[in-house]
């Protein structure tokens, strides 16, 4: 699976708009962009996957540049909830692949 | 529709003595997935299987560790001789045959080691 390299750390305001970035510049055709968040001492959770459109869904949009080399993920609205590690993972489609996870982001939203 | 149960949540076990992480999958989904998340560490892929099949264990100590997924209940974790270092989150994920996003995790098991 390709590398993906992320801040380690991140604040956030409350109500704003939260936008991680990701950098995976040796992403091959075949690989999605995937995105999982961990709230403290729970599983991960996903939250959002793209090839090379920009998705959308209740939790997120994920913003994939052209070149397919980096991604944002953007949290329209932060709430406190939102807290957490934020894993950006770069994998190919089918089942049968682990997932690789890397430092994350630490995501903060404060008040 | 259940997710994927992992029990129990909380484990202590004495020096030595043996534990048993039990994950059962999401209904329909016939991929299971072991992580072991040490304190203050991310995730790391311990093995893959499939019903009465493991497919990869490459991230599994080659010691004391054992991982199954028979053709009836749940996929158990094993770990024999339990050391401090043990000490850890075991997560347990499970996937669909035709797989892709939905890799879902259980709320995992943390193992304490005294």
């Known amino acids: 699976d390709a590398k993906t390299t992320q801040p380690p750390s991140m604040d956030c305001a409350e109500g704003r708009a939260a936008n991680l970035p990701c950098n995976h510049s040796t992403i091959s055709g075949n690989e999605y962009v995937y995105w999982y968040r961990q709230i403290h001492s729970q599983g991960p959770q996903y939250i959002i996957h793209?090839?090379?459109n920009n998705e959308t869904n209740e939790m997120a949009s994920l913003i994939i540049t052209e070149d397919r080399k980096s991604s944002t993920l953007i949290l329209p609205h932060a709430t406190l909830r939102d807290t957490a590690v934020y894993y950006c993972i770069v994998r190919p489609y089918h089942a049968g692949n682990m997932l690789t996870f890397g430092g994350g982001t630490r995501l903060m939203v404060k008040p | 529709n259940a997710g994927v149960m992992q029990n129990p949540r909380h484990l202590v076990r004495r020096r030595g003595q043996e534990a048993r992480l039990r994950c059962s999958p999401m209904k329909g989904h016939s991929h299971v997935y072991w992580y072991r998340q040490l304190p203050e560490e991310g995730l790391k892929f311990m093995v893959y299987?499939?019903?009465?099949?493991?497919?990869?264990e490459s991230g599994m100590p080659k010691e004391r560790f054992s991982a199954e997924f028979p053709k009836e209940g749940p996929s158990i974790l094993r770990i024999q001789q339990v050391v401090r270092g043990d000490s850890a989150a075991y997560f347990c994920?499970?996937?669909?045959?035709?797989?892709?996003?939905?890799?879902?995790f259980g709320s995992g098991t943390r193992l304490t080691v005294v």
């Open positions: 793209g090839l090379k």
């Open positions: 994920a499970s996937s669909p045959s035709q797989g892709g996003y939905g890799y879902t």
């Open positions: 299987l499939q019903k009465e099949n493991i497919i990869d």
